[in-house]
């Protein structure tokens, strides 16, 4: 395991900050003064990199690239670029750095910034590739015997949503409208979703464009990173819309990720196997060595006003297919990816009740409500309530962290058609 790199930053070597000189994320802000453009976390600063830029510290070819609002047009350079990135900034930031003078005046307070979006998300694909989600979704459903549809354990089952819909952290989340059909009516109606529900996932970007099938090692390549993502479901919309074709407006509301893009190269160090192989998968589909990472993820509910619980505590190594074998999947078709696309693993589940990453399955349901430790239970999502995610992969003497990913839920509109 890579042990600590020690920095000039202040703070940037606590054991318990989120991004050391490993991580290094990137991520877009704005201040009163600046207008958004990228940037890198450390410690509790954000380096500009538009500043940095400009002051000849960084350079990536003849043209500028991160006085942006995104990372796209970083990352069409390519992998060759990352890592040089990557080597510079460590080298600018690490303890000792001959250039520090011209550096420190770069840096940020990221309590005085506000975090946007970090990328133009270009498609947004959503996956439903864990196991242990799958076999408890199937089970409430369907019944034990036929929990898994009899393609899951062949290829990862995924689902084209709205890129416009995803938000960075801190956005707040309206409770969605649409069609509902109850149990015990005979038509349906048009209400407010009494069923709105989280899911704990783990967003992967394509910083690599391509045109054509690609394989699991290609595609693997051309992941740039990850952040923490909240796929916003709401149930019973999505009970009565998603026969034959699957989920549309049930999960077209929002999809909230984390504002730091942690890139593929600060989680190399913990690469982890898939859960074991009930079937060989196809050759364009098989493992090519280990595939996920070892990151410990946790989701907290806090109602309004009140302190949060931690309802769900799991690890990444619990999804059955990758991201580079999503990616892989998505292009058999000939489909082509786009730099910012977007690929969301599928919810999270560990094979315990206290592992499970949707309010679906901790309430099964609804029928066996969650007691949170204000003493107020849940089935679902009630206005007013604030999801956080958090997610970290722990290295020696320093952890990699993705920052917040949070969202409020805020009331239905009254009359949702009023002009």
């Not at 420190?104 to 196991?131: C, S, W």
């Not at 899951?152 to 707040?172: C, E, F, K």
């Not at 722990?394 to 917040?404: C, M, N, Q, S």
Request: overall charge negative; aromatic content about 8%.
């Amino acid at each position: 395991m890579t042990q600590l790199i020690r920095s000039w930053v202040a703070r940037a070597n606590d054991a318990d900050t989120p991004f050391p000189v490993n991580n290094l994320p990137y991520g877009v802000f704005s201040t009163a003064m600046l207008e958004p453009r990228c940037g890198v976390a450390i410690g509790d600063k954000i380096l500009d990199m538009a500043a940095a830029e400009a002051a000849g510290l960084v350079r990536m070819g003849d043209k500028a690239v991160f006085d942006a609002p995104a990372w796209n047009g970083f990352m069409a350079l390519g992998p060759e670029a990352w890592a040089a990135l990557r080597a510079r900034l460590i080298t600018l930031l690490s303890e000792g750095a001959a250039e520090r003078a011209e550096v420190e005046p770069l840096l940020v307070d990221q309590a005085d910034a506000d975090l946007h979006l970090p990328f133009r998300v270009a498609e947004y694909t959503d996956f439903y590739a864990g196991k242990n989600h799958a076999l408890n979704v199937g089970t409430m459903f369907r019944g034990p015997e036929n929990a898994l549809p009899p393609n899951w354990l062949h290829l990862p089952i995924g689902y084209n949503g709205r890129a416009s819909s995803v938000v960075v952290s801190g956005t707040d989340v309206r409770r969605p409208c649409g069609q509902v059909k109850p149990r015990d009516a005979e038509e349906p109606r048009f209400q407010p979703s009494a069923r709105f529900d989280l899911e704990l996932e783990m967003g992967a970007i394509v910083g690599t464009a391509s045109d054509g099938p690609i394989s699991v090692k290609e595609a693997d390549d051309a992941i740039f990173g990850y952040v923490l993502l909240n796929d916003w479901s709401a149930r019973d919309i999505q009970a009565w819309e998603y026969q034959p074709l699957g989920p549309f407006q049930a999960k077209a509301t929002a999809t909230t990720i984390s504002p730091w893009i942690v890139t593929k190269a600060a989680l190399e160090p913990f690469r982890a196997d898939a859960p074991t192989r009930e079937k060989a998968l196809l050759p364009h589909l098989a493992d090519v060595g280990p595939m996920l990472y070892d990151i410990d993820l946790a989701v907290t509910l806090a109602p309004e006003g009140k302190p949060a619980t931690t309802i769900a505590r799991t690890n990444y190594r619990e999804i059955y297919y990758s991201a580079a074998q999503q990616l892989a999947h998505h292009t058999t078709s000939g489909c082509p990816m786009r730099v910012g696309d977007l690929l969301g693993s599928g919810t999270i589940s560990g094979s315990t009740k206290p592992e499970r990453g949707s309010l679906l399955e901790l309430s099964w349901g609804g029928k066996e409500p969650i007691t949170l430790e204000t003493g107020e239970q849940r089935r679902f999502l009630e206005d007013g309530d604030t999801l956080g995610l958090t997610g970290a992969a722990h290295g020696d003497g320093y952890t990699i962290g993705f920052g917040p990913c949070v969202g409020t839920i805020v009331p239905a509109l009254d009359d949702p058609y009023a002009r």
